[in-house]
Nanobody, 121 residues
Framework: QVQLVESGGGEVQPGGSLRLSCAASGTIFSIYAMGWYRQAPGNQRELVAVITSGGSTDYADSVKGRFTISRDNAKNTVYLQMNSLKPADTAVYYC???????????????WGQGTQVTVSS
């Protein structure tokens, strides 16, 4: 059974920084594309950042230049470094793992339980 466990959330003042971590177990971590999503109250879950198995990254426009996603395959962990945080970044942040079988095209998707990030003065 694949498990994703997030950590590192909390409360921070505007302009501050946090680093989220997501530790994966029960699978071959390196073959999965990993992503961070967030959901604020009353809003839909949105993609924040993604990193492929090959290390390519992409970001939502709202976080470009402020957030950095990275992965350590030796530790089965993906990170989200968040700098210059704004109140609009307040949300529950979820870790996501995605794999597409290269031959059969079947997909596997897994989610973490979420970690709260609150940016407030």
């Amino acid at each position: 059974q694949v498990q994703l466990v997030e950590s590192g959330g909390g409360e921070v003042q505007p302009g501050g920084s946090l680093r989220l971590s997501c530790a994966a177990s029960g699978t071959i971590f390196s073959i999965y594309a990993m992503g961070w999503y967030r959901q604020a109250p009353g809003n839909q879950r949105e993609l924040v950042a993604v990193i492929t198995s090959g290390g390519s990254t992409d970001y939502a426009d709202s976080v470009k230049g402020r957030f950095t996603i990275s992965r350590d395959n030796a530790k089965n962990t993906v990170y989200l470094q968040m700098n210059s945080l704004k109140p609009a970044d307040t949300a529950v942040y979820y870790c996501h793992a995605h794999f597409v079988h290269p031959v059969f095209g079947t997909t596997n998707d897994y989610w973490g339980q979420g970690t709260q990030v609150t940016v407030s003065s």
